[in-house]
């Protein structure tokens, strides 16, 4: 246990929002504010390009029941962004400037909530101050919908998306089923390279109403071998359903959702900008079955919906942005909060551990090959038992007219 | 008051499902279970086609804790069609075969659960049986998310997918500002030709968090106009929000969702089968602003949410059911039930009363041309006043390990 430093934090946001990233700054937020060496607390405007920026807003000027709110607003509340932070062994122009601007606002905790490619930045961030000898504690906030961070037993945004693409099977199950004339319906799952959030349409299934199909990205996807497994099972019970993850693609990695051969752009990290992929799949098995055909995107939908949020996984992520101030103040830097699966009490518990940074930046945890079925098309039991502790609990919203009440922050600018 | 019949009752389930369309069959069938002149109750397998082919399941063989579930269940628990009915002046043949099935199983009711061309089904049958003389009561009950039905103050179906439509449009009005680079969100709802929940949107930005543009089909969309529209918002904002229904056609009456020229199907009513419309404009609008742009289809989602319905819409749907049966065994049919809002007591309060059913069949109701703003893209006040009483009360549902427990029917043949 080091001394705590004086100072002020930051925290900031990054990459796509999830239905409890901003459980996690709330966590990290009100323990700022409510710790005695923490002197002042400012939120990022969309996360490291905002301190680049000098754009920080005063935390300690919002009032406290609407940061109270922040545990069921979904998205960023800070706002986001998608930057590519250059090698400090390269270009040290940005990390002068964030130098700078912390410099200029004594800050001396900084702590970064993001998925892969953030943790990459915190952990260039994290090593530039140990070099020039700054010192400011940095850590870093896990969230993903995707789940696919390296060595926690998962990450905070996935259970609320999980649940989501559960519930939102079993309802779409049952639509589906309501003719007698029969139909396919093939529903996209986000999920770039890892199939952890398109897995979780087996709980759904698990629960009796769910895909009959599921393909991830793990397995390359053999496209006869689709059209075979869904008219199978169309000609068997005149009805299927399909869960397919955005990222899914052929033996030689090119991705389906580009079959159809339209250009796509690609975002700040190179990632092509996917989407459409649940159409395309829909016009080849039309054409292919005659039967009438339904491709159903989830869209931004699957991780906004804080309406559906699990709360065990609001819990946990508030519990991450505490544990990574009260680790800082101690003296903790250079770490990401990881979660623990602890089931020796027969009971699902998560504990809190910490990881170093650079051991999380960039690598990407996928499903296991194990927890598919062989035939590549299907989820087993081993998955259920790992994601269905992620999903309990129904969240406690402050609604309005029966509509969501969500946090609205003052974001006052620091001067 | 008339004499009861004594015989036996049928419901059938008929177009599309909604989220709250077994709340009204619950209604139906719980009612007439209770009831002492009523012999048996049976429920069609997919509606006028179950009849048809004789295809009925003992509602008296279920649980009555599993029927119970009902009201939280979405889509059709008995199955659905979409069969257009001959006219009987033109071709008997399936109303005598219907008459055979009655006569076979002493049937005296006939609740027939559906929107427009339900009630045409239904106003068409009665009217056959009065002119044989064959002694059965024939009452609609209404649902439909589109909202237009004629003669009643609302449908049930439709405050459950607006409440949806609201809350989603404010997950992903949060979402979609997420990042500083600008986006133009583009989302379509449901409804060929009436603008009733494209029009709910607005509900979310009442609660501050919604659309800048809606486009309904009950005025014609320019294109020119609505490009014009949305770089103006996006100029100004960075972002922008947009509402669209299914149906919006140009000043010719072509669909905008075939601008694409891709040929469409058409159902068995002649209703062309839409979708791919938020596609088809997120690559018009990209093309013409250079911008980020996400089209996102609600598609089926909307219509079963279940898991966020209205408590009120819950209500009401299986008051709608109750009051057919206590009505038909009271004398009435021919009739639909229809609900009346009454406000003298300065709160919202929903009457059941009755309309014949040759008033309401084949009518489309839609939205005041007036609750439309002048330049056509967005709506009024006087929709919110009338909207937000529908979607109030969080639903009761029953849950298992934080999952939807949907009615599993044991659907027993009678034989």
């Known amino acids: 246990m080091q001394t705590p430093?004086?100072?002020?934090?930051?925290?900031?946001?990054?990459?796509?929002?999830?239905?409890v990233i901003n459980a996690s700054a709330y966590g990290v937020i009100r323990t700022a504010l409510d710790n005695e060496h923490i002197t002042a607390v400012y939120g990022a405007a969309n996360g490291i390009k905002g301190i680049l920026a000098d754009?920080?807003?005063?935390m300690g000027q919002e009032d406290p029941e609407e940061l109270r709110l922040l545990l069921n607003t979904p998205s960023s509340a800070l706002g986001s962004c998608r930057y590519k932070i250059a090698d400090p062994d390269v270009d040290e122009t940005d990390y002068k400037r964030l130098l700078e601007v912390f410099e200029k606002y004594n800050v001396r905790?900084?702590?970064y909530n993001g998925g892969n490619d953030s943790m990459d930045t915190c952990n260039k961030i994290s090593r530039y101050f140990q070099r020039v000898g700054y010192a400011c504690r940095v850590m870093g906030v896990p969230k993903t919908i995707d789940n696919d961070l390296y060595g926690t037993d998962h990450c905070p945004g996935f259970g609320s998306a999980a649940k989501y693409v559960a519930t939102s099977f079993m309802e779409v199950y049952r639509d589906a089923r309501v003719y007698d004339t029969g139909q396919i319906t093939i529903i996209e799952i986000m999920g770039r390279h890892a199939g952890w959030l398109t897995a979780s349409a087996a709980l759904a299934s698990h629960a009796g109403a769910g895909p009959d199909l599921i393909y991830v990205p793990e397995v390359a996807?053999?496209?006869?071998?689709?059209?075979?497994d869904v008219t199978a099972i169309y000609e068997r019970d005149k009805n299927a359903l399909v869960a397919v993850s955005e990222g899914i693609h052929d033996a030689e990695g090119k991705l389906i959702a580009e079959y159809t051969g339209s250009a796509k752009s690609k975002d700040a990290f190179g990632h092509a900008q996917l989407g459409g992929l649940a159409a395309t799949l829909a016009a080849i098995v039309k054409e292919r079955t005659g039967a009438k055909v339904r491709g159903i995107?989830?869209?931004l939908l699957q991780r906004a919906a804080a309406h559906l949020a699990s709360q065990t996984d609001i819990d946990e992520a508030f519990l991450a942005g505490k544990t990574a101030v009260e680790q800082a103040?101690?003296?903790?830097?250079?770490k990401m909060v990881a979660f623990e699966r602890d089931m020796s009490s027969g009971q699902y518990v998560c504990k809190m551990v910490l990881l170093p940074l650079e051991k999380v930046a960039n690598f990407e945890q996928k499903l296991p090959l194990d927890w598919i079925t062989p035939e590549g098309n299907g989820i087993t039991q081993e998955f259920i038992a790992y994601a269905l502790p992620l999903i309990q609990g129904e969240p406690n919203r402050t609604l309005e007219h029966s509509l969501p009440r969500f946090a609205n922050l003052k974001k006052v600018l620091v001067k």
């Open 297 to 299: 995107e989830l869209s």
């Open 109 to 111: 905790y900084f702590f």
């Open 221 to 228: 996807f053999d496209m006869e071998k689709f059209l075979a």
């Open 329 to 334: 103040v101690a003296g903790e830097s250079g």
């Open 5 to 19: 430093l004086k100072g002020a934090c930051v925290i900031g946001q990054s990459g796509g929002p999830t239905a």
């Open 55 to 58: 754009r920080l807003y005063d």
